[in-house]
Every structure is written in C-alpha cells, then in structure tokens.
C-alpha cells in the first residue's frame, strides 16, 4: 500500500531525503558500508545517512543512463589489494598504489578528479562536525559494483583530502578490522599525500625544529592540514617527539585542535565534476529536459539557465 502524501512528507524530512528516493523503483543497493561506529549516535542517523548516500548515487546512476556513458570503469590497482598488518606495511602499500597508477612522488593537484577519473564516485554530504567520510560499494543486478567515497561537504579542503586518502584504503588495502585498521588507513592515506621522498627533498630527513611558516608551505604543497603534516614528519622521524609535543601545544593555543580547525591557508575543498558535466551534456543533446537537468543538480531552472 502506497502511504499517502503527507506520510511520505514526513518520513522524507524525518530521513533528510527527496519523497522522491522513497518512490525509487530501481534495485540499488549498497553494500560495505564503513562507517567510524562511535561517531554514530543513533540507528536512525546512521539509516539517514545511508538514504542520503543511496538517494546521490541514484542520481548519479541516473544521468550516466541518459547519456549512455556508463560509469567510469573502476578495476582494481596491480597487486591490490594490499595485506597490512604493521605501519611500516601500509606505508610500503602507499608506495604501491601510487608506482601502480604512474604518480611518482609528486603532489596530487586534484584528488577527486583523479579518483573519479578511476572510477570512485566522489560525493560530497552534509555528515555533520563527528563524521569525515565513508565509503561503500553501489550494486546494481547488472553491471559491475561501483567503489563510492563520500566526504563532509562542510570540511575545509584539506581535510576532504585526507578523508578521500583514508577511505581509498579502504578499496584497496586487506587489513584487520576495528581500531587497528583505521589507525592502519591513517597512515597510508598521510604516505599517499605526503610520500617521504618528497618531505625529505623539501625538509631534510632529520630537523631539531621546523617553524610554522615552513609548516604553511607544505601545506600548500601537498594541500594537507598543517597538523598532518606535523604527524607525518613525527612518523618518518624528521622530528622528535619533544618537538611534535611543543608543535601540538602550539595547535592547542591557536585553536587549531578543534572545530572548526581555523588553520591558516585554508585549501579550497575540491569539486566533483564529473556529474555536472555529465548534466549539462544530457540536456544539451536533448537527452533530459531542462527541468530534469536542474533537478538533478538541486537548482532552480532559472539558476540552471544562467549557468548554462
């Protein structure tokens, strides 16, 4: 039985999703679902989230069958995925995946265009201040699975870059569950941003200290937060524990510790723009209306025609 209108309403708004995902007909469904635990308070947060990602990836689905493109082709990188179980090994994976897709040790200037252009499906969502990210499989009856990394829309650019990095371990590595393989996914995803080579070419393998202003220009570098930087030289022993313990007390008193982690040089967060693209060419070749395209991209037909 159909539930009437005003009951659909309610159980989107209670959902924080379109009345239109809970009319959806297809045989989408995700799976793998990763989600931090302790940063879910309660069921019906978590089935709210899920909807959201479910009702985004539908979309998404959706306008690569109007344009005929079919998604991107994700294919597993050589040798993944990769066993860890110690750090040293999820820094040798980090090593891997980037000599496996040819990115040699230099910065990544887009990772959300690099990853979709793999075949990961990047959606940014409003998570609120507990959750970065997480990451699930799209499965369809036809067609292969589709690896999706979802990020919080209001984390700064940097941050969504980390979280990309660290739920892209993920797909690609095997390791153990729980506490241990998210300190595991951290690590790779700091040696995928930052590999050593490069932080020794710009800093030396050995500091007694390292200034602030330095720590900026890394940052723009490698479009990290100035704290993982930090962590990333601790860990690769450029600098000490006394001098990571006087850096952190610095981030404490400037304010850097918590929300809304207020560090200088904030990075512009990146933007998917693969689903926009796809959008725009649909209803230029007259494969969606203009009103479909605009509700695809949650504009007003007025705003769509300026843009386009």
Same mark, same amino acid.
């Given at each position: 039985m159909m539930p009437g209108s005003d009951v659909l309403a309610a159980l989107a708004r209670a959902l924080g999703v379109p009345e239109s995902y809970l009319l959806g007909q297809n045989d989408l469904t995700l799976e793998s679902v990763e989600f931090r635990k302790n940063l879910i308070t309660s @069921?019906? /947060? *978590?089935?709210?989230?899920?909807?959201?990602?479910?009702? /985004?990836? *539908? @979309?998404?689905?959706e306008i690569e069958d109007f344009v005929g493109v079919g998604s991107a082709s994700w294919s597993r990188p050589q040798g993944s995925p990769y066993r860890v179980e110690e750090l040293a090994d999820a820094e040798l994976a980090a090593g891997r995946l980037r000599s496996a897709w040819n990115l040699g040790s230099d910065s990544i200037p887009d990772l959300t265009e690099f990853l979709e252009e793999r075949g990961i499906k990047v959606i940014p969502l409003k998570l609120g201040e507990r959750i970065s990210g997480l990451m699930c499989l799209a499965? @369809?009856?036809?067609?292969?699975?589709?690896?999706?990394?979802?990020?919080?829309? /209001?984390?700064?650019? /940097?941050r969504q870059r980390f979280t990309l990095a660290h739920e892209l371990a993920h797909h690609v590595l095997q390791a153990p569950e729980g506490a241990r393989g998210e300190k595991l996914a951290h690590r790779f995803a700091s040696a995928f941003l930052m590999p050593a080579e490069t932080l020794w070419r710009e800093v030396g393998k050995h500091r007694e200290s390292i200034s602030l202003g330095e720590l900026l220009e890394l940052k723009i570098l490698f479009k990290t937060s100035i704290q993982a930087i930090a962590y990333r030289l601790k860990d690769l022993e450029i600098i000490d524990a006394p001098t990571m313990k006087r850096l952190y007390e610095e981030f404490v008193r400037r304010g850097w510790r918590k929300p809304p982690y207020a560090e200088p040089g904030a990075i512009p967060p990146e933007k998917p723009e693969r689903f926009r693209r796809l959008c725009y060419r649909a209803v230029s070749e007259g494969a969606i209306s203009e009103s479909k395209c605009a509700e695809l991209l949650g504009l007003s037909v007025r705003e769509l025609n300026r843009r386009l």
């Amino acid at each position: 039985m159909m539930p009437g209108s005003d009951v659909l309403a309610a159980l989107a708004r209670a959902l924080g999703v379109p009345e239109s995902y809970l009319l959806g007909q297809n045989d989408l469904t995700l799976e793998s679902v990763e989600f931090r635990k302790n940063l879910i308070t309660s @069921r019906k /947060e *978590e089935a709210s989230i899920k909807a959201s990602v479910l009702s /985004e990836v *539908e @979309r998404y689905l959706e306008i690569e069958d109007f344009v005929g493109v079919g998604s991107a082709s994700w294919s597993r990188p050589q040798g993944s995925p990769y066993r860890v179980e110690e750090l040293a090994d999820a820094e040798l994976a980090a090593g891997r995946l980037r000599s496996a897709w040819n990115l040699g040790s230099d910065s990544i200037p887009d990772l959300t265009e690099f990853l979709e252009e793999r075949g990961i499906k990047v959606i940014p969502l409003k998570l609120g201040e507990r959750i970065s990210g997480l990451m699930c499989l799209a499965h @369809r009856s036809k067609g292969a699975d589709v690896p999706i990394v979802i990020v919080n829309q /209001e984390d700064t650019g /940097e941050r969504q870059r980390f979280t990309l990095a660290h739920e892209l371990a993920h797909h690609v590595l095997q390791a153990p569950e729980g506490a241990r393989g998210e300190k595991l996914a951290h690590r790779f995803a700091s040696a995928f941003l930052m590999p050593a080579e490069t932080l020794w070419r710009e800093v030396g393998k050995h500091r007694e200290s390292i200034s602030l202003g330095e720590l900026l220009e890394l940052k723009i570098l490698f479009k990290t937060s100035i704290q993982a930087i930090a962590y990333r030289l601790k860990d690769l022993e450029i600098i000490d524990a006394p001098t990571m313990k006087r850096l952190y007390e610095e981030f404490v008193r400037r304010g850097w510790r918590k929300p809304p982690y207020a560090e200088p040089g904030a990075i512009p967060p990146e933007k998917p723009e693969r689903f926009r693209r796809l959008c725009y060419r649909a209803v230029s070749e007259g494969a969606i209306s203009e009103s479909k395209c605009a509700e695809l991209l949650g504009l007003s037909v007025r705003e769509l025609n300026r843009r386009l």
